[in-house]
């Protein structure tokens, strides 16, 4: 489990979004619970270690993100685009993933317990050592990617 302890402090949405516009990409050990970046364009962002629980990214570009180790429980990441993102180590526990995009993603010991990935495109994804137990994958799409060890 993720320990809270060592992460920086919070951030809001706002102050998030103007340092990206500014040209900042990492975020490293933020606290962002119940943050709400729907529809926002993160495209190459770094929020390795941090804390999403909750978040609201519905919509939200997260092309080429990187999200290791990152502890997006019950977010909501319906419709988000997170193609290329590297997410070894990601707890997405009882997230909302319908319809996203996850092709050609690094999903190497990344948790998907309870998750919803209905619809999800995981075309190329690599995934090996990933937990999908309890996960709704109804109609999610698998293909041409690489499946090792997979829990669930």
């Known amino acids: ?3 809270s302890s ?3 402090r919070n951030m809001s949405a706002e102050e998030l979004l103007q340092r990206y ?3 900042w990409l990492e975020f490293k050990k933020l606290k962002l619970h119940a943050i709400d970046l729907h529809g ?4 190459g962002i770094d929020l390795t270690d941090s804390i999403l629980a909750d978040a609201d990214l ?6 080429g993100a990187k999200l290791t180790f990152t502890d997006l429980r019950r977010a909501n ?5 997170l193609s290329d993102a590297e997410m070894t180590g990601a ?3 009882s997230a909302i993933l319908v319809n996203a995009d996850l092709r050609n993603s ?3 010991s990344t948790s998907f317990e309870c998750a919803n990935l209905m619809l999800a495109n995981l075309k190329n994804a690599k995934v090996k050592f990933a937990n999908f137990s309890c996960a709704d994958l109804l109609g999610a799409t698998f293909s041409r990617g690489s499946i090792e060890r997979v829990f669930g």
Do not use: I, V
């Not at 926002?40 to 495209?43: N, T, W």
């Not at 519905?58 to 092309?63: F, P, V």
């Not at 990441?77 to 685009?81: G, K, M, P, R, Y």
């Open 106 to 108: 690094e999903l190497g």
């Open 40 to 43: 926002a364009d993160l495209e």
């Open 6 to 8: 060592r992460h920086k």
């Open 1 to 3: 489990m993720l320990n």
């Open 21 to 23: 516009k500014k040209g």
């Open 91 to 93: 707890y997405f526990h």
């Open 77 to 81: 990441l319906s419709e988000a685009n």
């Open 58 to 63: 519905r919509k939200a570009n997260l092309q």
